[in-house]
């Protein structure tokens, strides 16, 4: 059975002034698929995400996320989707039950919802002696995963993932990407970010821009090949170098 796309991006184009961030990129992504979204440093990928995730407006071409309109719907985008940041995901100076409550209230869940979802997080994430502890208290490693958890809680189409792991130890990130796959087994959409190209191994397909464009875009086990490489480092180093 084919599975049905989740977002469409068209010849999505952002220009600021006489620079092109992101240049006519075409692709898709499908319900439950974790899709692996790289490049450098101002490749355009954060650009692109941006415009995806429905805070900046396409200078060109078009995309739907979640089956809503990126230029005309934007607010529509926001309620079907989850994001994490890497460098903001949660207010260090709550708690981790208030956390939850204010970020169930900015979803839009009722107050019987988020008394629920609030048990259910807590519990699934071992985290009952520290509930009313201050985020800030906590090791990185924990805060990711309940920012991961609290970007869940209205039970969104597609979570994206600004680059989730960064500075988190080995094991924590591989713990992070336990809870990804068990994500997307549900049928989530993940659409993440990363600059660990170990990582990459780990998408079912993955896109690599450069300068703008998107040149790469496949499997890893496919881009491997195509590129004649033994991982997926190589695979960037060889489109990175031209």
Not at 42 to 52: Q, S
Not at 214 to 232: R, S, Y
């Amino acid at each position: 059975m084919k599975k049905e796309n989740v977002i469409e991006a068209t010849n999505l184009t952002k220009t600021f002034g006489d620079f092109t961030a992101v240049d006519a990129i075409t692709f898709e992504v499908k319900k439950g698929e974790i899709f692996g979204f790289l490049g450098a440093n101002g490749a355009g990928k954060t650009t692109a995400m941006k415009m995806l995730i429905g805070i900046s407006i396409p200078s060109n071409g078009k995309a739907t996320v979640a089956g809503f309109d990126v230029s005309k719907q934007p607010e529509d985008i926001k309620k079907n989707i989850g994001y994490m940041s890497q460098k903001f995901a949660l207010y260090d100076d709550l708690t981790v039950q208030e956390n939850i409550t204010f970020f169930g209230g900015i979803y839009g869940l009722k107050r019987s919802q988020i008394k629920i979802k609030s048990e259910e997080l807590i519990t699934n994430l071992g985290l009952q002696e520290v509930a009313n502890d201050l985020v800030g208290s906590l090791p990185l490693g924990w805060k990711q995963k309940i920012a991961f958890s609290v970007a869940l809680l209205h039970d969104p189409k597609i979570i994206f993932l600004d680059e989730p792991t960064g500075s988190v130890d080995p094991i924590t990130r591989r713990q992070f990407w336990e809870m990804i796959y068990q994500t997307a087994h549900e049928g989530t959409t993940v659409f993440v970010t990363t600059h660990y190209m170990d990582e990459a191994e780990y998408c079912d397909r993955v896109s690599i821009m450069v300068n703008g464009k998107i040149e790469a875009l496949d499997t890893p086990k496919k881009l491997k090949e195509q590129f004649e490489v033994d991982n997926m480092n190589d695979v960037f180093l060889k489109l990175a170098r031209g």
